[in-house]
């Protein structure tokens, strides 16, 4: 590196850091469906503890894993126009907000089925607070920069904020799964602690040492499943499997975060096209754009 | 606005945002404090719930309001030298980093005493690596910046590094933060179940209706406090208190992040101060500083 200008010898880890971020974010999904297929009774659309199973699926799918693709393209995507970018990072970011419709409806029927309380805990807040600010940070970029509706003037100023809350909203995607995770595996250990105990009161064998008991939804309905009996701080596999699942998924938005942020990644400056694009340079004086 | 550099107008708004930083940070402090003095029954230093409860109150005020103040200091001191800053930056986080390593000794008394199993939650993986991170972070950027002991070669490698770092761990701390809250309502849920399943086996009066019963801690000591009898999908007070302090704390991240990233809120180029101090230029043709 020595002699080289670190901007040349950057360009070259791109590819390594991309390709990183590909392998985490879809063990991400791989293990997020397997914990929820192999540990947790799989999948359904019954308004069972299986239909609320379809929602971290499609949550770490649609706002985790192809919403930083979205993010990324524009550091993958160097040499074609920009408009065809944006219109892949608008499509890709739609794509994740289907998904994530279909994660959000699973999980309200599941409450609903199971007379819970909707949006009482602070997962649901975090979450919900995300996936709004999503749906209109689309919405705004959709009017400010894919339609001809903004004026010059209006674009270089939302554009930072664009940027900003791009990848503040990646952090909290990532959080708001991480507090999913620990809910989820606490909740487990709730319902199995209630289980043992009814078991126990009516004679069923004692269960603490079955790898197979079925896992109780509060809608009364049996999924079969391995069990946490032995509670998350006996480190369980399921708990360390989540946990693991839980760290992967910051690495991923880690990676992301850093390969859009650091400098020589940038996309080279296209004079002609910034001439007749929708991207403009800020109007301060000696500012450089904190553009895409 | 319309004609005024953007830049000029929108330094006259820093006050305005770091005010608001201040705000949210000592709410965030103070409500900490509030739900582990009110409602978890105070605190001690004796293995108890209440030498826990000295764990958020250390981690909210270190690693989240200390250490987003160190991470201002470069926005707030603009006509400060970079010397004075820089060492007002370094004993800030060092200050944070000690009122953290007490809120982690809290920590692990408390489970050595309840003998229960440390680093087993993802709460506790996210934090310790958030820690750990900080810490080499911190001795980095002693020898990096402060002493005259790196290149400065190495130290127009590292600076990026470090904003990077330093924005990213302010994200891992308040993720940390809010995973160690749903942790703590969920397992008071599950100690108040216990306690009043104990409760009416030995005959006590029914406590459901009672806003005071007391709340068992593992090690079997009694901390007096309001119940989340309800559980928390019911919305009781200190579920909503701690809701409420997640996203305190997720806004102060936020507005943190916001001022040290905005460009036109960064300190004004000193020539004079730059040719002769630690800050360097990347050595990559074109490229700005992404210093703090």
């Not at 308004?47 to 649609?62: D, I, K, R, T, Y």
């Not at 944006?86 to 029927?109: E, N, P, Q, T, Y």
Request: include cysteine; proline fraction near 5%; charge should be positive.
């Amino acid at each position: 590196m020595e002699g080289m200008p670190l901007s040349m010898g950057g360009l070259r880890t791109l590819p390594w850091f991309v390709a990183g971020s590909q392998v985490l974010g879809v063990a991400c999904v791989v293990i997020t469906g397997v914990w929820m297929g192999h540990y947790r009774g799989g999948y359904a659309w019954n308004g069972s503890a299986q239909e609320f199973n379809v929602h971290p699926l499609c949550m770490v799918l649609g706002l985790v894993f192809l919403y930083g693709d979205a993010v990324l393209v524009y550091r993958v995507f160097r040499n074609e126009t920009k408009r065809s970018v944006k219109i892949l990072h608008a499509l890709l970011h739609m794509m994740a907000l289907i998904i994530s419709i279909v994660g959000l409806v699973a999980v309200f029927d599941f409450h609903s089925a199971a007379k819970i309380s909707h949006m009482y805990s602070l997962h649901s807040w975090c979450g919900m607070l995300t996936f709004v600010l999503f749906f209109l940070q689309w919405l705004l970029g959709l009017g400010f920069f894919l339609f001809p509706w903004a004026s010059a003037h209006l674009r270089s100023w939302y554009l930072p904020l664009h940027v900003f809350f791009g990848l503040l909203l990646l952090a909290m995607s990532v959080g708001s799964c991480l507090l999913g995770i620990t809910e989820k595996l606490l909740f487990s250990i709730m319902h199995l602690k209630r289980e043992h105990e009814q078991r126990s009161r009516c004679g069923f064998p004692a269960c603490v040492r079955s790898r197979t008991v079925p896992c109780f939804s509060t809608t009364g309905k049996v999924a079969p499943g391995p069990d946490l009996a032995e509670t998350y701080s006996k480190f369980p596999g399921e708990g360390v499997l989540a946990n693991i699942l839980g760290l992967l998924l910051v690495c991923f938005g880690v990676v992301v975060g850093y390969v859009v942020t650091r400098e020589d990644f940038r996309r080279p400056p296209n004079p002609e096209e910034e001439a007749l694009s929708v991207h403009f340079k800020t109007l301060s004086e000696g500012e450089i754009p904190s553009s895409p």
